[in-house]
């Protein structure tokens, strides 16, 4: 799946992409750069600021990706697009061991998710 073509697009200034507006009823509902509901119907200059203030921080935090087995391993985002995302196996920056990538449909489900706290 991509981004659906009636989500409109909002970028930053420099032109960086942070996210779209999905219209709803009166209203236009805030989706993030994961494809993941920020709002509910809000109207147009509140979810042009919602984007603004939530930026694309959120993509440098720590993930967790359920694996073919059903468990869940910690990733790092290494891109995003409407089309796909990629996230590689946590390495906490070891440049030797194997470096695992893993590609994600947009918007990747229920398999990516924030991680969780120890």
Known sequence: ???PSE???HRRGDGELL???CPR???FVVIDLLGRERSDAIDWL???TLL???GIGYLA???ELRLDDGHWTRVR???VSAVRIRVKREDWGDMTVPHNEYLLPFPPAGDLRAAQRA
């Open 61 to 63: 935090d720590a993930y």
């Open 25 to 27: 009823g009166d209203g």
């Open 77 to 79: 985002i290494t891109e």
């Open 46 to 48: 509140a979810a042009e």
């Open 19 to 21: 996210g779209w507006m």
């Open 52 to 54: 603004e203030e939530t």
């Open 7 to 9: 989500w409109i697009e």
């Open 1 to 3: 799946m991509t981004a």
